[in-house]
């Protein structure tokens, strides 16, 4: 069983902060070259590459645009030569309102940026993982790919479409030696999870409140995950809707 990634080149999506931060180390740390791939360039970025070591790099780069996904993609094998693991995690969180409510704006950029980016990210990273004969790509849902949530429509729907399109490609590529999966992450202790309860005590009671466990997940549980889904270990593991969530789908 291959344990290391030796040699091998992962990219991360949305890997400023958060659940994309944490994965992007855990693939590090397990020897594979890393690209992080986000719309924000800021200082806690440039302290990631530098802790990730000489062998990472970051790409600005829009997952809801096509022509910045091509190039991203293109930039990773110029710099690296080969791709065999994408985690495809970039996602917004889009305002809260009931369906009647949820404006034309809000549907778009949701949708644009968690699915479609998803898609993209695939569409171009497939032929490239192709190549190599072998690998791996886990996309990010959520908990809200699995149920409902009240006045998250567009996110709840783009959380939804990411589990059948992983389902879709994933049997797409099952003799190809491309395995996909998808991580459904509960409440996480991220920047998304601060914004949505705003820091305050009822808040952060109200989120812990959907946890069983009694707690928020950490980034680096849901990391975890994810390199698991990408190792040989996980060899017979595709198309897999993998709640990491704390209980929360349990109830
Ligand atoms: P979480 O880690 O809980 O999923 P965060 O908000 O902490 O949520 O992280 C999401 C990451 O995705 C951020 O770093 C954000 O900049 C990035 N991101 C959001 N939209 C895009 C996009 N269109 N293209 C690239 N990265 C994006």
């Known amino acids: 069983m291959e344990t290391t990634f030796k040699n091998k080149v992962a990219l991360v999506t949305g890997g400023a902060s958060g659940i994309g931060r944490a994965t992007a180390l855990a ?10 791939v986000d719309w924000m360039e800021n200082d806690e970025m440039v302290n990631l590459i530098k802790e990730l070591g000489s062998e990472a790099i970051f790409i600005k780069c829009d997952v809801s645009k096509i022509d910045d996904v091509k190039a991203m993609v293109a930039q990773i094998i110029a710099a690296f030569g080969r791709l065999d ?21 809000n549907w778009d950029k949701t949708i644009g940026v968690n699915l479609k980016g998803v898609w993209l ?13 072998k ?8 908990v809200a790919g699995m149920i409902g949530f009240a ?30 999966n ?18 305050t005590k009822e808040g952060i009671e ?22 698991w889904m990408c190792s040989d270990e996980a060899s017979f593991v595709t198309g897999h809707v993998m709640a990491v969530d704390g209980g929360f789908t349990a109830q």
């Open 151 to 180: 006045g998250l429509p567009a996110y709840v729907a783009s959380k939804h479409g990411i589990v059948g399109l992983t389902k879709t490609t994933a049997l797409e590529c099952a003799t190809q030696g491309i395995r996909v």
């Open 27 to 36: 693939f590090a740390k397990k020897g594979a070259k890393v690209a992080v």
């Open 206 to 227: 109200r989120f812990k409140g959907f946890e069983p466990i009694g707690r928020f997940g950490l980034p680096e549980e849901i990391a975890n995950a994810v390199v």
């Open 135 to 142: 690998g791996a790509i886990v996309n990010c849902a959520s």
């Open 121 to 133: 990210c695939m569409k171009y990273e497939i032929p490239e993982i192709l190549k190599q004969g």
């Open 85 to 105: 693991y994408a985690f495809n995690n970039a996602g917004i969180e889009g305002a809260s309102a009931a369906t009647q409510d949820c404006s034309e704006e």
């Open 182 to 199: 998808v991580v459904c992450p509960g409440v996480i202790q991220t920047p998304m999870i601060d914004r949505l309860t705003g820091k």
